[in-house]
């Protein structure tokens, strides 16, 4: 069953921006903790941010800390992951992941719930 949904990838150029939302059906995990991983073919999923419930504490991959943004917008029950100056090693699929407990935000087994992912490809 999805529990997370992905939505904004594409193809984009080289140095050019794209912003990803992650929503539950029925809102089901709004208030959850929220992650977003990407997965390149062949590789394994790597994390890429983290936000908090409230939205107060974030915490970054160093391969995008600078050029990506995650923020919540609670009226919405939406995470969003603002992404700028892409480079083509961002090209992945990227899962938003809602997790219950206290988490060590960068590791994929301390979330619960996942997407299926938007495909992001990044041209030179």
């Known amino acids: 069953q999805v529990q997370l949904v992905e939505s904004g990838g594409g193809s984009v150029q080289a140095g050019g921006s794209l912003r990803l939302t992650c929503t539950a059906p029925g809102g089901t995990f709004n208030y959850l903790p929220k992650g977003w991983f990407r997965q390149a073919p062949g590789k394994e999923v790597e994390f890429v941010a983290h936000i908090s419930r409230s939205g107060g504490t974030t915490y970054y991959a160093d391969s995008v800390e600078g050029r990506f943004t995650i923020s919540r917008d609670d009226p919405k029950n939406t995470v969003y992951l603002q992404m700028n100056s892409l480079k083509p090693e961002d090209t992945a699929r990227y899962l938003c992941?809602?997790?219950?407990?206290?988490?060590?935000?960068?590791?994929?087994?301390?979330?619960?719930?996942w997407g299926q992912g938007t495909q992001v490809t990044v041209s030179s």
């Open positions: 992941a809602a997790s219950i407990a206290a988490i060590r935000p960068t590791r994929e087994d301390s979330y619960d719930y």
